[in-house]
């Protein structure tokens, strides 16, 4: 038989998704599951978005430019102009999805070999991104004491080699919610500098802040134009994820130049997302204040009911849509599949994703898990009400 290349063999699993057949026994058993597992909203996509994917009537579905459609990528520029990040199209790649903007800003700026620094945890899909382009991630450990912060420069510093070729973030943070300060980015600007390193920014999250906090896009920084990429994605801005629709933003013009290129070989993004995500960007601004209200209603709920659970420490997050916890498990992988296998509470149980997926050595979230507060309060409640059941029912309970 053919052999399977090494690419192939050390691509790794979702952790997000690895549970999915178990889950799907439960249901088969006939149980009902609360999926806290996966940042899939259940917030509507805006009206103006539907109605134009309702109103397309082409003859053909063709091909598009490989940077994406002209209107879409200047409406795109004003939109970002608008928040005060000033853009033209031609500094914008549309891209399939966030996914693909971060696989190409890896491939843009990294040789196989090459490093990448990642605050870690961190979504655990840069793993298999980093895995397709032969690039290497060196994590910077952030810790659940000081609520997941930016580690010390210092921290980054002992980590630079001639391999180093830039740090990338998530902000606000998935899997944690953090969200970083503009101090923060500014000690970021510093050593990218310093060791002429890029920044690249995973800022899908940037409309989900809380609190009064302001989010600080690295497009923002000064004299950093060379320096930064920013991929961003309509998936959760609009809850619009099976659209698959992201961008690639950069005022660098070789990694424009060469993302392009990388664009012609897929040829291009898809022709109907485009047309839905164009639309999208004259959302009112009505919807994206309830969106936010109801989100920041979900996180307070959640959050306290977790930390309202013996021995269970779950910091606040100030953006995105997830939280990680600590539980007082031996093993959160292993607490994760016995609830879909072994537990229920009056016909339900939790799917959560276990953080051990999110920390390039997984015995570091050995005991956290990540939970998205994705599911209205209503079902909240019973996921929280299940889910601390469980762990008082859980053989594998510590005194943690």
Known sequence: MPKISQTGLRMPASPIRKLVPYAEAAKRRGLHVYHLNIGQPDIPTPDEALAAI????????????????????EALARFYTERGLPLTAEQIIVTTGGSEAILMGMLATCDRGDQIIVPEPYYANYNGFATEAGVEIVPVRSYIESDFALPPIAEFEKLITPKTRGILIC????????????EEILQLREIVLRHDLFLMADEVYSD???DGAKHHS??????????????????KRFSMCGARIGAL?????????AALRMGQARLCAPYVGQVAAEAALHTPRSYFTAVHDEYKARRNFMVAELNRMPGVRC???RGAFYAIAELPVDDADRFARWMLEEFEREGKTVMVAPAS?????????????RLAYVLKIEDLRGAMDTLAAALQSYPGRTTR
């Open 54 to 73: 309702r109103a397309v009537e082409v003859q053909t579905v063709a091909y598009t430019h490989s940077a994406g459609i002209g209107s879409y990528r």
């Open 171 to 182: 902000n606000p943070n998935n899997p944690t919610g953090y969200l970083y300060s503009e």
């Open 208 to 210: 989900f802040c809380y």
């Open 218 to 235: 690295v497009l923002s920084l000064e004299g950093m134009d060379d320096h930064v990429i920013m991929m961003d994605s309509i998936s």
């Open 249 to 257: 933003v950069s005022r660098n013009p070789a990694v424009i130049d």
């Open 315 to 317: 910091p606040l997050p």
């Open 357 to 369: 997926g999110f920390y390039a050595e997984p015995e570091t979230g050995r005991h956290q898990v």
